[in-house]
């Protein structure tokens, strides 16, 4: 029996994605070079050690730049966009429904603390959730599966106990590693990813049907 959800963060809950697809883009188009949503792929769900866009900066304009500069650039072209943002359609109906069928709730994500905590709270939302995991020294980003381990582990559940939402491969596939179910729900920039993996997979939580879908898992 499901008692929990486990919700990804960045292109699930708030379109973050999007704006740090188009910030990357617009930085490497201020220096002359571009950078292509196959680029950014390689990073969605995990961290940007997977593909560090700043060495790929270097690489294609042939010149070093300062990264302390770069990365506050990045935060004010990000932030242009992310300041006006609203949590995705049909997120705040699935916390509505998880809440009035008893479920708990938990967020697992690769970012850091600092900013899935800082969106939590702007948009209302910090509060609905009874744990909130990230990446650290200790545990590695996804698609590695050690943040759903120590989720599972801080709300005392077993892996079948609980269900993972996610937007990403990297995301979806540390779930299932955690030995999680998980119901992928893409985004316009995760789309065209494979998804061939997850026990479940809808094109937007607008109108879902929390209960039904859990009937289903449960069968």
Same mark, same amino acid.
């Given at each position: 029996? %499901?008692?929990?959800?486990?919700?990804?963060?960045?292109?699930? %809950?708030?379109?973050?994605?999007?704006?740090?697809?188009?910030?990357?883009?617009? #930085?490497? /188009?201020?220096?002359?070079?571009?950078?292509?949503?196959?680029?950014? #792929?390689? %990073?969605?769900?995990?961290?940007?050690?997977?593909?560090?866009?700043?060495?790929?900066?270097?690489?294609?304009?042939?010149?070093?730049?300062?990264?302390?500069?770069?990365?506050?650039?990045?935060? /004010? +072209?990000?932030? /242009?966009?992310?300041?006006?943002?609203?949590?995705?359609?049909?997120?705040?109906?699935?916390?509505?429904?998880?809440?009035?069928?008893?479920?708990?709730?938990?967020?697992?994500?690769?970012?850091?603390?600092?900013?899935?905590?800082?969106?939590? @709270?702007?948009?209302?939302?910090? &509060?609905?959730?009874?744990?909130?995991? =990230?990446?650290?020294?200790?545990?590695?980003?996804?698609?590695?599966?050690?943040?759903? +381990?120590? $989720?599972?582990?801080? *709300?005392?559940?077993?892996?079948? &106990?609980? +269900?993972?939402?996610?937007?990403?491969? =990297?995301?979806? *596939? $540390?779930?299932?590693?955690?030995?999680?179910?998980?119901?992928?729900?893409? =985004?316009?920039?995760?789309?065209?990813?494979?998804?061939?993996?997850?026990?479940? @997979?809808?094109?937007?939580?607008?109108? *879902?049907?929390?209960?039904? #879908?859990?009937?289903?898992?449960?069968?």
């Amino acid at each position: 029996m %499901i008692r929990a959800l486990i919700l990804d963060f960045d292109g699930l %809950i708030l379109d973050t994605e999007t704006s740090c697809f188009a910030a990357w883009r617009a #930085l490497f /188009a201020e220096h002359g070079a571009a950078y292509s949503l196959e680029d950014y #792929l390689v %990073i969605v769900g995990t961290t940007n050690a997977a593909r560090d866009p700043v060495a790929l900066l270097h690489e294609r304009t042939g010149r070093t730049h300062d990264r302390e500069v770069l990365r506050e650039r990045l935060r /004010a +072209l990000e932030h /242009a966009r992310n300041h006006t943002l609203a949590p995705l359609p049909g997120v705040v109906a699935l916390l509505d429904q998880a809440r009035a069928l008893g479920l708990r709730l938990a967020v697992a994500s690769s970012s850091s603390r600092g900013w899935v905590e800082g969106h939590l @709270r702007t948009q209302g939302l910090f &509060e609905r959730f009874e744990t909130l995991v =990230n990446r650290s020294d200790t545990l590695r980003a996804k698609p590695e599966p050690d943040i759903y +381990l120590e $989720a599972l582990r801080q *709300l005392d559940l077993r892996a079948d &106990e609980a +269900l993972a939402v996610e937007d990403s491969f =990297n995301g979806s *596939l $540390a779930a299932k590693r955690a030995g999680l179910r998980c119901l992928a729900v893409p =985004n316009a920039i995760t789309h065209s990813q494979d998804f061939s993996h997850v026990d479940a @997979r809808r094109d937007t939580l607008e109108g *879902l049907d929390l209960a039904a #879908l859990l009937r289903e898992f449960e069968r």
